[in-house]
């Protein structure tokens, strides 16, 4: 099993940054990618950005140059660096991991609340 707990959600108005982090725990040496998923009110969660374990990345188109997914082995946690943030960023952001190349995101955290507003 892995577990997952994010946090640096909150609190921030159009323009300002965010970053969070989630640190994973548990059998991580299984773990291929991890990821940042969010859901906003009445909408189907969607992939934001993801990061392997060869440190290949993947953005949403709606994120790309905005938003950075990084991550530090040593510590177990990935962060995503939120940049030029807007009001339709606001979401529940989720942390998730997978185990490999064919197999879905299996494992999540709890979520960590962003809102963007003035």
């Known amino acids: 099993q892995v577990q997952l707990v994010e946090s640096g959600g909150g609190l921030v108005q159009p323009g300002g940054s965010l970053r969070l982090s989630c640190t994973a725990s548990g059998r991580i040496f299984s773990i291929y990618a991890m990821g940042w998923f969010r859901q906003a009110p009445g909408k189907e969660r969607e992939l934001v950005a993801d990061?392997?374990?060869?440190?290949?990345?993947n953005y949403a188109d709606s994120v790309k140059g905005r938003f950075s997914i990084s991550r530090d082995n040593a510590k177990n946690t990935v962060f995503l660096q939120m940049n030029s943030l807007k009001p339709e960023d606001t979401a529940v952001y989720y942390c998730?991991?997978?185990?490999?190349?064919?197999?879905?995101?299996?494992?999540w955290g709890q979520g960590t609340q962003v809102t963007v507003s003035s």
């Open positions: 990061i392997t374990s060869g440190d290949s990345t």
């Open positions: 998730a991991a997978r185990r490999n190349y064919y197999s879905p995101y299996t494992y």
